[in-house]
């Protein structure tokens, strides 16, 4: 008779709990994903949105003055037109003076979508709107007087692209180019300097996160 038996066959090893649970979220990180190709990127309704970027401001050929800024605004569609009201600041350093020009904006932005279809949209548009910037004067030598302001209008073209990132987000990526024509500077002591009006460009690169309330 045959005494010999049969190996055991061992058993796998245990998975532990932390491996187990990392395999969990890779496996739902790289589960396919409902496509956002047959959403609209600009439907029909009511959005948000935020941007950031860099901002450039000239008062002469010679004068080129760079720096941040960002932006909030409402935004409306119907069938492929919008109409956004924005409140923008941004802070541009001014060489010249060695101190940094801040600017609040509030505009309207009418624009145009070259394509409604689900995917990709870009867009042609329009700004215009009234805009004040200040800047500190304490080191121009005017006794009495911290700040120094000025407002005016702006009037802009901008040229951009809608980009969905989900089933109610999109990215927004835009160039802008514009005018601005300001008035007389105003001191904080209640000094108007006359004949400093002051008209210059005005360009920026911005990305913005968009989010639709329809679906």
């Known amino acids: 008779m045959d005494s010999r038996r049969e190996p055991t066959p061992t058993p796998p090893p245990a998975v532990p709990g932390l491996t187990l649970a990392l395999l969990t979220l890779l496996t739902g990180l790289w589960a396919p994903r409902e496509s956002t190709a047959q959403y609209p990127v600009a439907p029909n309704g009511f959005a948000v949105e935020a941007s950031g970027g860099l901002v450039s401001f000239s008062d002469s050929i010679n004068s080129f003055n760079f720096g941040g800024g960002g932006s909030v605004g409402l935004r409306y569609t119907v069938s492929g037109v919008q109409l956004s009201g924005v409140v923008g600041y941004s802070a541009v350093t001014v060489e010249d003076l060695e101190a940094s020009r801040r600017v609040w904006s509030f505009s309207l932005d009418p ?20 805009a004040m910037w200040s800047v500190d004067v304490g080191d121009l030598n005017l006794p009495g007087a911290t700040e120094a302001e000025s407002e005016g209008w702006v009037f802009a073209a901008t040229f951009g692209a809608l980009i969905p990132l989900a089933k109610k987000w999109a990215l927004d990526a835009r160039l802008v180019f514009g005018v601005g024509a300001f008035g007389d500077i105003e001191l904080d002591d209640g000094t108007e300097i006359s004949s400093t009006e002051e008209n210059g460009a005005a360009g920026s690169f911005t990305v913005g996160i968009v989010y639709s309330f329809s679906y």
Request: aromatic share 10%; no cysteine.
């Open 111 to 130: 624009r145009i979508m070259l394509k409604t279809t689900p995917g990709a949209a870009p867009y042609v548009g329009a700004r215009i709107g009234y």
